[in-house]
C-alpha cells in the first residue's frame, strides 16, 4: 500500500457544500433499510381516520371547517414531529465520532433538511390523495396557484415540514430516544393549546399563538376554505334545539317552523355566519403568503438553532 | 393579640437559627471542617453535605437556593406579584415564573433530604426517626442533636483528595523530534464547581515511528483525557509534534494524520460495510483524490481488514470481530501517521483479539505510531515496543508513571505482568498498593539520571 499521507497536508479535504450530497445519500439508504418509509403508510392511514371523521362538514360549514381544519393541522404536526424526534439523538454517539473526523454539523443538518423535506413531500402527496380517494369535497379555485388542492397541498407541506424542523431541534437538544419521546407529546400540546382555535386564551396570552405552527397552520388551512364566505350552523341549530324541547315556548316553537318553510334559517345562518368572522383566516393572497411565510421562517429558525445546537456535541459528557 | 403572635413567632424563628447554628457548628468541629461555615446560610448547608460525602447533591441544593434568593430579591426589589395590573398584562410570563419556582421550591425540599439523609448516615442514626422528626419538627433538631450531643460521632472524615499536594512535577520537558510524536503535556485541567482541577499533569514523552505503544492505567488515571489531549480533541495546555508539525496549531488538517478508534464500534448499523468505507473515505480523503484513487485506497483496506467477504453485508449482521476491524478501517482509510485505539478487544475472545493486535502491529510496522489503550494486555505484550503508565496521583490528578521499553517496565515496577503494574499503582481503595506517587517520583529521578 503506497503511503499517501505525505500529501495530506498540502491538500484541501471535502467543505460543507461538498459533504452535503454524502449524507443525503446515507439518509435515503437509512430510509430502506432502517424502515423510516414507514411514515408514509402512517400518514395515509391517519389521514384517512382524519377524512373519515370530517368529510361531511369540511368546505360546507364554518364549524366544520373549523374542526376539520384543527384535525388536519393535528395531522401534518403529528406526522412531522414523528419523522424526525429520533433521528439525531439516536445516532448522537456516530455524529461525535463523524464530526471529530472532519463532518461538518452544518452540513448534516442541511442534509436531513432535504432528506426531511422529501418525506414530508411524500406524505403530503400521500394525505391528499387518501382525501380525495375518499372523496372530501373541496372548493375548486386557489387563490395563490388558481387551484385548491395545489395551495392545499404546499399548506400541508409546509405544516409538516416546520414540525419536523422543531423536532430535529429537539432531536438534537436531547440525549437520549427516551428523553425524546418524552419531549415530543408535550411540545405537540403546548402546540395544540396555543393553536388560537382549540381553546380561547386569555388577552395577555394571544400574543404567544403567533409564535406557534399550529396558529399559523389552522389560519392558513382556514384561508384557503374561504372561511369567512361560508355559512354557520351554530346559531340556527341552537334555535332549533330550542323549539324542539317538550316545554318550549309555543310562539318560539311557531316562529322557527315558519322561518324553516319561509326558508329564512338561511338568513340565521349568514347572520351568524358574520359574528364567526375571523380577519386571520381572510381569503386573500397576502393572508396565505403570509402564513406560508412564517412557517417557512419557523422551518428556517429551527434548522438554524439545530445547527447551533449541535455544534456543541463534543462537549457531551463521556 | 395579632403583634403578640408575631412576636412569639419572631422569636421562635430566632431560636430555631441559633439552634442551628450551634448544631452545624459542632457538626463542622466533629468533621474537622471551618467552624464559621454555620454562619453563612445556604454555604453551610453545602459544606454538610460534603460531610456526609454528598457534595453532588450539595452543589444543586445551592444552585436552587441561590434561584430561591434570587427569585426573592427580584420580587422585593419590583414588587410585581402585588400589582395586580401587572400579573393580568403579563399573566403568561407570571405563570412561568410561577411554575419555576415552584419547581425549584419541591427540588430543594428533595435535595434537603438527600443531604440529610447522608448525614443520617454519617451519624449512625435511626432512618425512620430522623424521616419523621425532618418531617414533623424541623431539621434543626436533628442538626441541633447530632452537633451537641457526644453520642453521636461521624462514622468518617470526608476529605476531597483534589486538596492535596500529589507527586511532586519532574520539571522535564521533551525535546521536539523531526518524525514521531512528541508530548509535552504541562497541564489539562477542568473547572470543576468554581475549582480548577487537574486531570493531567506533567506528561512528557516521545514515541518513535513505527512503534506500537501500550496505554496502560486504572480507571479515573486519564487514559482517555491523555489520548484525547495528544489527538487535538480535547485540547490541553500543551505541545503534541507529529512529524515535526504542531498538532495544535494546525488541527484542521493534522485531524486527518490523527486516527482514533472509539471503544464502541460506532457506525449505522442498517448500512452497508462498503458504503460505510465509501462514506468514510469521502470524509476523511482529500476532496481532490480521483474517484478511481478512493476505490483502489478502499479496496485495499478492505483486503487489509479481511472485510472483502461482507463488504455487502449490514453492518449489524457482522459479528463482534469484524465490527471492530470495520471500526478501526473507517479511521485507517487516511492512512493516518498516528492510530489511537480505546480498547479495541474489549469483547473479543482471545484468539480474534490476538488477530486483531497483530493486525495493529502490521500498522505499525509501515512506519505508524500505534498507542493501544486495553485493560488485558498481558496476552498481546509481546507485540508492544512501549508502555505509557498513568496513574492517579494524592491528588487525584493523571500522572506519568513510566515511559518506555516493557522490558524495563518490568523492572521498573518489580511486576512480571502488566495487569500486576496497574495493581501496584492503583489507589488502595481500589484493591491496588497505593503505590503511585511513589512511581511517578521514581520515574522522574530515572529520566534526570
Same mark, same amino acid.
Given at each position: ?25 446515507? %439518509? ?8 423510516? =418509509? ?8 391517519? &389521514?384517512?381516520?382524519? &377524512? ?25 404536526? =403529528?406526522?412531522? %414531529? ?40 411524500? #406524505? ?6 387518501? %382525501? ?20 392545499? &397541498? ?36 403546548? #402546540? ?30 382556514? &384561508? ?11 346559531? =340556527? ?26 326558508? #329564512? ?26 402564513? =406560508? ?18 455544534? %456543541? ?6 | $393579640? ?31 471542617? @471551618? ?71 419541591? +427540588? ?79 497541564? /489539562?485541567? +477542568? ?17 518513535? @515511528? ?18 484525547? +489531549? ?55 480523503? @482529500? ?69 486483531? $493486535?497483530?493486525?495493529? /502491529? ?14 488485558? @494486555? ?39 505482568? $502488566? ?7 492503583? /489507589? ?22
Amino acid at each position: 500500500m503506497d503511503s499517501i499521507s505525505e500529501k495530506f497536508l498540502t491538500k484541501r479535504y471535502r467543505g460543507r457544500l461538498t459533504q452535503i450530497p454524502i449524507y443525503i445519500g446515507k %439518509f435515503l439508504r437509512m430510509f430502506i433499510y432502517q424502515n423510516d =418509509w414507514k411514515v408514509i403508510p402512517m400518514a395515509g392511514f391517519i &389521514a384517512f381516520l382524519v &377524512a373519515f371523521v370530517v368529510r361531511n362538514s369540511f368546505y360546507v360549514t364554518m364549524e366544520g371547517t373549523s374542526k376539520g381544519a384543527l384535525a388536519l393541522m393535528s395531522v401534518a404536526l =403529528w406526522n412531522g %414531529f414523528f419523522n424526525s424526534i429520533q433521528v439525531v439523538c439516536r445516532e448522537r454517539n456516530i455524529i461525535k465520532r463523524e464530526h471529530r473526523s472532519g463532518m461538518h454539523i452544518s452540513s448534516y443538518i442541511f442534509a436531513h433538511m432535504v432528506y426531511q423535506g422529501f418525506l414530508c413531500a411524500l #406524505q403530503t402527496v400521500t394525505s391528499i390523495v387518501v %382525501f380525495l380517494y375518499m372523496d372530501l369535497k373541496f372548493p375548486s379555485d386557489g387563490v395563490v396557484s388558481g387551484y385548491f388542492l395545489i395551495d392545499l &397541498a404546499i399548506t400541508i407541506f409546509l405544516i409538516t415540514y416546520a414540525a419536523d424542523m422543531l423536532s430535529l431541534l429537539l432531536s438534537c437538544i436531547v440525549k437520549s430516544t427516551t428523553a425524546a419521546m418524552t419531549v415530543m407529546p408535550l411540545v405537540l400540546m403546548i #402546540q395544540l393549546i396555543f393553536s388560537g382555535s382549540m381553546f380561547s386564551l386569555p388577552i395577555s396570552m394571544k400574543p404567544v399563538t403567533k409564535y406557534m405552527i399550529s396558529y399559523h397552520a389552522t389560519a392558513c388551512i382556514c &384561508a384557503e376554505a374561504d372561511y369567512n364566505n361560508l355559512t354557520s350552523s351554530s346559531g =340556527w341549530n341552537m334555535l332549533k334545539k330550542m323549539a324542539e324541547r317538550d316545554d318550549a315556548d309555543p310562539e318560539i316553537k311557531a316562529m322557527v317552523l315558519e322561518m324553516e318553510a319561509t326558508g #329564512q334559517d338561511e338568513i340565521v345562518r349568514r347572520e351568524t355566519a358574520k359574528s364567526n368572522y375571523n380577519v386571520n383566516y381572510e381569503n386573500t393572497y397576502e393572508n396565505i403568503k403570509y402564513h =406560508w411565510h412564517a412557517l417557512v421562517m419557523f422551518a428556517l429558525f429551527f434548522a438554524a438553532m439545530s445547527v447551533v445546537v449541535l455544534e %456543541f456535541i463534543d462537549k457531551d459528557k463521556r | $393579640m395579632l403583634s403578640a403572635f408575631l412576636q412569639i413567632g419572631t422569636i421562635g424563628s430566632l431560636i430555631v437559627e441559633i439552634m442551628i447554628i450551634i448544631g452545624i457548628w459542632n457538626i463542622f468541629r466533629k468533621c474537622k471542617k @471551618p467552624s464559621w461555615w454555620a454562619l453563612i446560610p445556604a454555604f453551610r448547608d453545602y459544606q454538610l453535605s460534603k460531610c456526609a460525602d454528598r457534595e453532588l447533591d450539595g452543589r444543586m441544593y445551592l444552585l436552587i437556593v441561590g434561584l430561591q434568593y434570587f427569585f426573592r430579591i427580584v420580587e422585593s426589589l419590583f414588587g410585581f406579584l402585588d400589582d395586580e395590573k401587572f400579573i393580568e398584562k403579563h399573566t403568561f410570563g407570571v405563570v412561568i415564573i410561577g411554575f419555576v419556582f415552584f419547581t425549584v421550591i419541591i +427540588a430543594s425540599i428533595v435535595y434537603t433530604f438527600r443531604i440529610y439523609d447522608g448525614l443520617r448516615i454519617l451519624f449512625s442514626e435511626d432512618k425512620k426517626k430522623s424521616v419523621w422528626t425532618l418531617l414533623l419538627i424541623g431539621k434543626f433538631i436533628l442538626i441541633f442533636k447530632w452537633g451537641v450531643s457526644k453520642k453521636y460521632q461521624p462514622q468518617f472524615i470526608y476529605v476531597d483528595e483534589r486538596d492535596n499536594d500529589g507527586a511532586a512535577l519532574s520539571g522535564m520537558v521533551a525535546e521536539t523530534m523531526d518524525t514521531g510524536l512528541t508530548v509535552n503535556i504541562e497541564e /489539562r485541567t +477542568a473547572m470543576d464547581f468554581f475549582k480548577k482541577r487537574y486531570l493531567l499533569r506533567d506528561i512528557h514523552l516521545n514515541i518513535e @515511528p513505527g512503534h506500537m505503544v501500550l496505554l496502560l492505567g486504572g480507571s479515573g488515571a486519564g487514559k482517555t483525557t491523555f489520548v484525547n +489531549a495528544v489527538n487535538g480533541y480535547e485540547k490541553a495546555k500543551a505541545q503534541i509534534v507529529l512529524n515535526g508539525t504542531n498538532l495544535y496549531d494546525e488541527y484542521g488538517k493534522m485531524k486527518y494524520k490523527v486516527g482514533f478508534v472509539p471503544q464502541m464500534d460506532l457506525m449505522r448499523g442498517e448500512d452497508s460495510v462498503l458504503n460505510t468505507l465509501i462514506d468514510a473515505a469521502k470524509l476523511r480523503l @482529500p476532496a481532490s483524490m480521483s474517484s478511481s484513487e478512493r476505490k483502489k485506497r478502499i479496496s485495499e483496506v478492505l483486503k487489509f481488514f479481511g472485510l472483502e467477504p461482507v463488504k455487502d453485508k449490514l453492518c449489524d449482521k457482522l459479528s463482534g470481530g469484524q465490527k471492530k476491524r470495520l471500526s478501526i478501517a473507517m479511521e485507517y482509510i487516511s492512512d493516518p501517521d498516528l492510530f489511537i485505539l480505546d480498547e479495541p478487544n474489549s469483547g473479543l475472545d482471545g484468539v480474534m483479539a490476538r488477530e486483531l $493486535m497483530e493486525g495493529l /502491529r502490521k500498522i505499525a510496522d509501515k512506519g505508524k505510531i500505534v498507542i493501544v489503550i486495553t485493560h488485558s @494486555p498481558d496476552r498481546v505484550i509481546d507485540l508492544f515496543d512501549d508502555v505509557i503508565v498513568l496513574a492517579k496521583d494524592s491528588k487525584l490528578t493523571g500522572r506519568l508513571t513510566y515511559f518506555g521499553d516493557i522490558e524495563k517496565a518490568r523492572e521498573f515496577f518489580e511486576r512480571d505482568k $502488566m495487569e500486576q503494574i496497574v495493581l501496584r499503582i492503583n /489507589r488502595k481503595e481500589e484493591g491496588g498498593e497505593g503505590l503511585a506517587d511513589k512511581f511517578i517520583e521514581k520515574y522522574a529521578e530515572v529520566c534526570r539520571g
